[in-house]
């Protein structure tokens, strides 16, 4: 790919023009919100007549972004008079002063993120942006193009809306109300502390870990299945005792431990060996080697159901040695796909 290609659609008037109309959105949205945040922490605001005048637009044009700071991207903008808004100065984040290897480092964590997006999805370009702003070119062009690639799908405003609820909430310390739909059962309300928010890798979901007063326990939410949410103004401490890593120590995926651990068991065949070596799929694993070339890895996991996709993937180069539960639900389903493909 040609550096012209890259660049198709960011700057030059033969591009997607639906690209283009984001991004210039965002730009506007980027610029009333600095001034909400600048001018207008203290308790009179700013007036729409001087942000209109700052930014060249409208006050119909300012009065619709303030809307959609709201509404899009959860902004907590306050209203501070008839005409005069502002945006609580704890709600952005001081500046960070990056290394160029830090910023890297956050531009890797970037790329799974887009990774990751099938659906548009404004904070996330929104941080793309913010990024590209401290990186040296030629990354900086590298991240200006990962932001075209989230630009292009389709929005997800449901979740863009409920996962800034959830993250407001965590970051106050404040309990989040929401509607549940799980994947089997009926849509229920829920009522939750949230103690941490880990990323599924396997499952390209968001997870929210925290103590859900409904039930008085600890309970795991799929951000994507929340339908709609509110931060409530009721206050909570996450405990000192709770450790997320150790919470999630034998989670294949997302599962905790609280139902028991597995040891898993699988031997892989000599072409696969290698591959397997090469990395980390769990921090309890251990390695074997056998005499014919033959590796066993072994891993203690929070049950078996989040492993199997994963041991599937492998093919015919696997074979699950233990548990016996494992081995037999693995076997069923390479039987039912041999006998698809059979026919």
Not at 246 to 275: C, K, N, P, T
């Amino acid at each position: 790919m040609t550096d012209r290609d890259e660049w198709d659609g960011w700057d030059d008037e033969g591009g997607d023009d639906r690209i283009g109309r984001k991004r210039d959105r965002l730009a506007r949205l980027l610029s009333v919100a600095s001034i909400l945040y600048s001018k207008g922490s203290g308790e009179n605001g700013v007036a729409v007549g001087e942000i209109a005048r700052l930014t060249g637009m409208t006050t119909r044009t300012v009065y619709r972004d303030i809307r959609a700071l709201e509404e899009e991207l959860a902004v907590p903008v306050f209203q501070a008079g008839r005409g005069h808004y502002g945006i609580d100065r704890k709600f952005f984040l001081p500046p960070l002063r990056l290394s160029v290897p830090e910023a890297i480092v956050l531009f890797l964590a970037a790329r799974l993120i887009a990774r990751w997006s099938d659906q548009y999805d404004a904070a996330v370009v929104s941080a793309f942006t913010k990024l590209a702003d401290l990186l040296p070119q030629p990354i900086a062009r590298h991240v200006a193009a990962t932001m075209l690639t989230v630009g292009r799908a389709g929005p997800n405003e449901p979740f863009t809306r409920n996962f800034a609820h959830v993250a407001q909430a965590w970051a106050d310390g404040r309990v989040v109300e929401f509607e549940y739909e799980p994947s089997d059962g009926e849509a229920r309300r829920a009522r939750v502390r949230p103690y941490f928010l880990e990323p599924d890798a396997g499952s390209h979901n968001v997870y929210l870990i925290g103590f859900d007063e409904t039930v008085d326990a600890m309970r795991t939410y799929k951000v994507e299945r929340i339908k709609t949410s509110t931060v409530t103004a009721d206050r909570y401490e996450i405990p000192e005792d709770f450790d997320p890593d150790a919470w999630l120590a034998h989670s294949w995926g997302i599962w905790s431990a609280e139902s028991g651990v597995d040891e898993v068991v699988l031997r892989f065949d000599a072409s696969a060996a290698q591959r397997v070596r090469e990395s980390v799929w769990h921090r309890s694993q251990r390695l074997t080697a056998l005499d014919d070339g033959r590796i066993e890895l072994a891993v203690t996991v929070a049950g078996i159901v989040e492993i199997r996709p994963w041991i599937l993937s492998w093919g015919d180069a696997v074979e699950v040695v233990a548990p016996p539960a494992l081995r037999e639900a693995v076997a069923r389903m390479v039987q039912r796909a041999a006998e698809r493909y059979a026919g």
